[in-house]
């Protein structure tokens, strides 16, 4: 994995999604039918539009109220994880809930469904808490699953659980215990699989930067957006694949898609296009 963590030396990329356009690719990951699915329709032109932000639960510090505080019109929300800072929620009546997340994002654009993985520091607490249908009912934007298919007609959206396949989690948890319950390790390289399933898009938050890489092998594209508060402060280390942009700051992903056709933003703190 090392390919798709080029502005990071700690760990490798958590709380991943990858797209896959219908119109390029019809082959399905092999397990997808025995995850919860969720249909999603395009908008009535047949497009789809998302913003995607991570690593942001700081009760509307470094910038976090500002981020995505703007009125881009999406049809939904990708949170890549990291959604409560430092450690998840101590459980569903936990007022991080209301600071950092129903208290937040209040912006109009945003009232639409977030789709939402956990990322390592969501585990470091209550993991079952932010996926429990309580908090669904406190705020009905919030759909957050440990992985799971959104079909959205014109693509799948496969959110898939990261954080148990980083190893070190398991072994050397550091000041903080992993509520593991319900999650075994896996044992597969993800990426691989990604580019042999036609997989074009592969969205991570967990390092604090917006970044674009294109694999040099495949026509994948990795996509981070991890600037939804702190940003990560200055690590940069490219692997083997083209690093197209980066920016060690906040701010987030817009993507468009059509049928046919995907195109991508990022954006600083207040919205302004940095990289197209
Ligand atoms: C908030 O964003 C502005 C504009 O990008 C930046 O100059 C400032 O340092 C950020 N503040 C914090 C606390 O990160
Ligand atoms: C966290 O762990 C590191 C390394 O084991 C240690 O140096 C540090 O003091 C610990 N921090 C806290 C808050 O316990």
Redesign the pocket.
Known sequence: MSTVRACSSAVAPVALIVVTIAAFAGAALPAAAELPRVEHSPSADGSLTILAVGDWGRRG???QS?VTAQKMGVDFVISTGDNFYDDGLTGVDDKAFEESFTGIYTAKSLQKPWYTVLGNHDYRGDALAQISPVLRRVDSRWICMKSFVVDAEIADFFFVDTTPFVLKYWTNPKNSTYDWRGVAPRETYITNLLKAHGVDLYLNGHDHCLEHISSTDSPLQYLTSGGGS??WGGVYAPGGDKVEFFHD??GFMSLRLTGTEASLAFH???GDVLHI
Do not use: L, P, T, Y
Request: glycine residues 18%.
């Open positions: 510090e470094f910038n500002r702190k940003s700051g906040q600083g703190v207040a």
